[in-house]
């Protein structure tokens, strides 16, 4: 049992969701918005947001560590209870930013653009928050079966947006009603994972002898997804979607995003397991890879094989039936030049792998831009050399960290074949080129000052950490500029969307 102290935190916030629950369905009624337009735009948010706050406040105070429940679980446990538990907040806090941005911008142009996207980012955290709980806790019956109910909210509002039965903002009424119901599932099943017991051991973790700890095992299809490396694909599909909407063909529609998105994570992933069927023998002799399926001998390298292959083959049709042509080719192409092109050839052979290598991952916004134009024209052509020069620095300092791992398994990284003071320098001219290019969007017209703007924030950073990484060469400076060059690449594309949602 929670403590007393947790259980008087909880109970107010369980006792809000009814009262939110008529909140939004009063306001978004009709008639509300007939009788006071003005009034409603701008109350509606401003009522539903008192309510949000005073429920979120308790759910942050409850992931506070606690000692007792640290004692009782394990310091390992506990932190996989408040991951997940975070993980089911975050979900309830985006179905809310959906619903309520939504109202601000119900007669503006960007309405559908915005439901479209924030749409595929909740569907991510709700299945997360889904796969976790049937990870953690399947055994919990109450807990499944709110998982349950969020699914089929999940699938109603799925159904519902890709119908295509007339724009978003027409909908807003039954979207604000499932929407409703979908936060307070996600928000009730956070709570209820932080008041119900655990499935864990009682005795305190330092209690457990070596012997007796038993590293759990993934499942066969955790480690099928994991061959698609979906963290890295993620990245793809960002930039694959944002060069979606920023052509002059107009916004997307929903069906159109959701079947390119599905067709190049088909690719990407086919792509990755390819790589990991034949990399076998360098991933075993690196660190960070060597507890990957193929090399640890849970799947088979052709089963892997098999298994990319066929998830590329599936991207073509995809991308061919429900997309355009241009869109299918150039994404088989992608997948061609990182399965054989990269992985057989330039990884063990050259230097230069990484950066004749990382045009594959800078054909994804061309496939978003050909999805829309089914046509290829300068602005894909820099949104491509943008990911181009990315990638070294990117990828590089990876490498800085990893060499010794390169070393071992013979990959000539630049790192181990010129050392780590060239290393560092070919990072900081990279570097240069890469927010040299960024900048080209503007005076090409392709976008405005705002993006400009954006991009020289972003950019002024990106310098700043790889001049760290050349002067300094330390570890802290090195980690700064790998982990920021993935917020970077997410934010520039994002200030691309910005720009022409704002200024069109």
């Known amino acids: 049992m929670a403590p007393p102290q947790r259980r008087a935190t909880g109970t107010p916030t369980l006792l809000l969701i009814p009262l939110v629950l008529l909140l939004q369905v009063a306001l978004?009624?009709?008639?509300?918005?007939?009788?006071?337009?003005?009034?409603?735009?701008?109350?509606?948010?401003?009522?539903?947001?008192?309510p949000v706050g005073l429920m979120l406040v308790p759910m942050v105070a409850l992931l506070v560590p606690d000692a007792n429940v640290t004692l009782r679980l394990g310091?390992?446990?506990?932190?996989?209870?408040?991951?997940?538990?975070?993980l089911t907040m975050a979900g309830a806090a985006v179905a809310w930013v959906l619903l309520v941005a939504g109202s601000l911008m119900r007669h503006d142009f960007a309405a559908d653009s915005f439901y479209a996207s924030t749409l595929l980012l909740l569907n991510g955290l709700v299945l997360t928050a889904v796969w976790q709980t049937w990870q953690e806790r399947r055994t919990d019956a109450v807990l499944v079966g709110s998982v349950g109910v969020a699914v089929v909210l999940l699938a109603l509002i799925d159904a519902l947006v890709l119908a295509g039965v007339g724009p978003l903002t027409s909908l807003y009424t039954p979207l604000a009603v499932l929407i409703t119901l979908l936060w307070m599932s996600m928000l009730?099943?956070?709570?209820?994972?932080?008041?119900?017991?655990?499935?864990?051991?009682?005795?305190?973790?330092?209690?457990?002898?070596?012997?007796?700890?038993?590293?759990?095992?993934?499942?066969?299809?955790?480690?099928?997804m994991s061959l698609t490396k979906p963290k890295v694909v993620s990245l793809l599909l960002v930039t694959t979607l944002a060069a979606m909407y920023i052509t002059d063909a107009g916004l997307p529609s929903l069906a159109l995003v959701f079947w390119t998105m599905l067709g190049g994570y088909l690719a990407s992933g086919g792509a990755g397991?390819?790589?990991?069927?034949?990399?076998?023998?360098?991933?075993?002799?690196?660190?960070?890879?060597?507890?990957?399926?193929?090399?640890?001998?849970?799947?088979?390298?052709?089963?892997?094989?098999?298994?990319?292959?066929?998830?590329?083959?599936?991207?073509?049709?995809?991308?061919?039936?429900?997309?355009?042509?241009?869109?299918?080719?150039?994404?088989?192409?992608?997948?061609?030049?990182y399965a054989i092109a990269y992985t057989r050839w330039l990884k063990r052979h050259t230097w230069q792998n990484i950066v004749i290598g990382g045009g594959a991952g800078a054909i994804p916004p061309m496939v978003g831009w050909a999805a829309m134009t089914n046509s290829v024209s300068l602005v894909p052509v820099i949104l491509f050399l943008i990911i181009f020069y990315w990638t070294p620095p990117h990828f590089w300092a990876l490498a800085l960290v990893k060499q010794k791992d390169y070393a071992r398994a013979g990959v000539p990284m630049l790192p181990v074949v010129a050392g780590e003071a060239e290393t560092r320098w070919q990072i900081w001219l990279y570097s240069v080129l890469l927010v040299s290019f960024s900048f080209i969007l503007t005076p090409i017209h392709a976008m405005g000052l705002m993006y400009l703007g954006l991009a020289a924030v972003l950019g002024g950073f990106f310098l700043y950490?790889?001049?760290?990484?050349?002067?300094?060469?330390?570890?802290?400076?090195?980690?700064?500029?790998?982990?920021?060059?993935?917020?970077?690449?997410?934010?520039?594309?994002?200030?691309?969307?910005?720009?022409?949602l704002v200024l069109g």
Not at 78 to 86: A, V
């Open 28 to 50: 978004s009624h009709d008639t509300v918005w007939a009788a006071a337009p003005a009034v409603a735009s701008l109350v509606h948010p401003g009522i539903c947001v008192l």
């Open 75 to 86: 310091a390992r446990a506990t932190r996989r209870k408040r991951r997940y538990t975070r």
């Open 188 to 224: 009730l099943l956070g709570a209820l994972t932080l008041r119900r017991p655990a499935p864990m051991l009682a005795e305190p973790a330092a209690h457990v002898a070596p012997e007796a700890a038993v590293e759990k095992r993934p499942t066969l299809l955790s480690d099928y």
């Open 273 to 337: 397991a390819i790589n990991c069927a034949f990399e076998k023998d360098v991933d075993i002799n690196m660190g960070r890879t060597s507890r990957r399926p193929v090399p640890s001998g849970r799947i088979k390298p052709e089963h892997a094989l098999l298994f990319g292959s066929t998830l590329v083959a599936l991207s073509f049709v995809v991308l061919a039936t429900f997309v355009t042509l241009m869109a299918a080719v150039l994404s088989l192409i992608g997948a061609f030049y």
């Open 465 to 500: 950490y790889a001049w760290l990484v050349w002067r300094r060469g330390d570890q802290a400076a090195i980690w700064g500029l790998y982990k920021y060059s993935l917020l970077y690449l997410a934010l520039l594309f994002g200030a691309m969307v910005l720009d022409q």
